[in-house]
């Protein structure tokens, strides 16, 4: 089978198409035919080495797949044929076959097409867990989602929009900021431009906005909290620009801000019952299409290494697909 791998950190050219055979299933584990890949952020930062866990080398990428069944170990409930959701928390997804623990394999209903499925996982339960553990109160509130049009960010507005909040989303380009506004956004507004900050605080009626969804980093880290209203929350969640943003501890006293952090790692080591509870709620979202996925971008698995450029160039919309 192929799969994608890497033997040395760096920049995409790194990742290669090799040749290897798959790991038949031992004991409560399956063998996946996969039919799409879901890319995620944290495997750029696997390939650069500035994951917050150790990555060793050689290494395939990928935490999501979905596929159909091939074969079963021992001790397992899910059957040959059956069409899963395979999450892999150690890598192992670019790949034509993935051999994954049952654990860790959530059957998925047929109306369900495999690219969206791949949003469930790193991008929906992100999203679900933000708005309903993080965040204290979401109707009436109004809430700035930067990266609005990127795979968590517009699960981000469609649910928050969904649960009574007042959604102003920004991006990096006017077609972005129309997808944002299409999934529910009150308002959009250009994040590149030096004045995006007033151009919030004028979409919320000259006020400054109650709390602010971050994922950027750098300046835009920095610039946000003036548009913070006093005693009003901050949520990290990435850093996608790759700069460091700066926390100026008077200006959290002065304006009595509030920043809170999200790892979703953490959820599925040490908060399982609530990380299940959140996968459960995204599929059923999804399979009543309350929510939708945008997946705009499928490239074959050999270009694995354009799809990790294209996002790292922020030239992507919605959830990236990889397709064996």
Not at 132 to 143: M, P, R
Not at 191 to 215: F, H, R, S
Not at 240 to 262: C, K, P, T, W
Not at 289 to 311: F, G, R, W
Request: net charge negative.
């Amino acid at each position: 089978m192929k799969q994608i791998q890497f033997s040395q950190y760096g920049s995409a050219e790194v990742l290669q198409l090799v040749n290897t055979t798959w790991r038949q299933p031992g004991d409560g584990e399956l063998l996946i035919k996969v039919e799409a890949i879901g890319v995620n952020y944290s495997d750029i930062l696997r390939r650069r080495n500035t994951y917050f866990l150790p990555t060793p080398v050689p290494y395939v990428p990928g935490t999501e797949a979905v596929g159909t069944v091939e074969a079963t170990g021992s001790g397992v409930d899910l059957q040959v044929g059956d069409r899963v959701l395979a999450i892999l928390p150690g890598g192992g997804g670019y790949a034509e076959y993935v051999t994954a623990a049952a654990q860790y394999c959530v059957l998925m209903p047929p109306h369900i097409a495999a690219p969206d499925a791949t949003a469930i996982f790193v991008q929906g339960t992100t999203a679900h867990l933000i708005l309903h553990q993080v965040v204290s109160e979401l109707a009436g509130q109004t809430i700035v989602v930067h990266a609005a049009a990127g795979g968590v960010g517009s699960l981000l507005v469609q649910m928050a929009s969904q649960a009574g909040a007042n959604v102003i989303a920004t991006a990096s380009s006017e077609s972005k900021l129309a997808r944002a506004k299409a999934l529910g956004a009150l308002a959009a507004v250009n994040y590149t431009q030096n004045d995006w900050v007033d151009q919030v605080i004028a979409a919320n009626d000259g006020k400054k906005v109650d709390c602010i969804l971050e994922m950027v980093g750098g300046e835009i880290f920095n610039q946000s909290f003036a548009c913070l209203k006093p005693g009003g929350t901050l949520v990290a969640y990435g850093a996608a620009s790759g700069e460091q943003g700066m926390i100026y501890s008077e200006r959290l006293v002065d304006e009595n801000h509030s920043v809170r952090s999200f790892n979703l790692a953490h959820f599925i080591e040490n908060k399982t019952e609530q990380w299940h509870a959140s996968l459960g709620a995204v599929i059923g979202l999804l399979a009543e299409q309350k929510i939708s996925v945008q997946v705009k971008h499928h490239y074959p698995l050999a270009d694995a290494a354009k799809a990790h450029q294209e996002i790292e160039d922020r030239r992507t919309i919605g959830k990236v697909v990889l397709v064996p």
